[in-house]
């Protein structure tokens, strides 16, 4: 893989930006940052488990949704700023404090460092590691991975192009995303399990977005014919929750009609998928984690 920072190809967008210089298109430039380092509790729960999942935030984004919750470090080179070797040392820290797991969250903008900490602190870690992120990843990403990663947690956000575009100014988002999940389950394989925790496979998560209910079941429909059901998880969320009142598009200025939720939850039944849905309660602002580490 191509990991030349003076002209970045590392994620799907391949801005070609200077990194020495500036940011590229993920707001980031060539140090590591990360915003939040800590048990989570709020995880599906075969990942947050009794102890919570020790999840790591990255600061930055190369995909840019324009509803995003955690647009304070999406969009923003924030936090604390780590080496490879003290990255390393923050997976032990939280394995000690008896964490489910390892939760790396949007880091593809970082992964050739993230890949020298995991390297460093695999021969430590007895816990699974997963990468949490937006579904927008290239095969050179994946490639870095393979082999040191336990557990896929993408997004599956959209299917019609012009929603992705208008979105995330993103045509190409379903055509790069369901090529990624494809890989990332030839990766890990089917599920495998240590009691009520995941050790091992792929959980897809997919938001349902207000006045998107049908592009939610075409892209429920996609992974039941593109997967076999019984290997993997979907986890659909409703916590969609509109992060100011002035959204350029009408629909993302409220929150998901409970019909709308259910008609999906109702066809990913259908459909014989398995996993996790979400009360209604969940579409709140309090889910959002504090986003403080100096």
Known sequence: ??????RCAICSRRCGANRYKSAGLCHCSTQMHIARAALHPWEEPCISGKTGSGTIFFSGCALGCIFCQNYEISRNEVGKTVTPEQLAEIFQNLQEQHACNINLVTG????PWIVQALKLAKPKLQIPIIWNCSGYESPEILSMLKGLID????????????TSKAYANCPDYFKVASKAILEMFSQVGTLQ???????????????????????????LNWLANSLPKQDFLISLMGQYTPPNSSMPDKHLNRRVATFEYESVRECAIQLGLNGYGQERSSANSSYIPVFNIK
């Open 1 to 6: 893989m191509n990991c030349d920072m003076k």
């Open 108 to 111: 593809s903008h970082y992964t």
């Open 151 to 162: 557990i896929y947690l993408p997004d599956l956000k959209f299917y019609n192009p012009l």
């Open 193 to 219: 399990w240590d009691g009520q925790l995941l050790q091992r496979g792929l959980i897809v998560r997919h938001l349902v977005l207000p006045g998107h209910r049908w592009e939610s079941m075409k892209l």
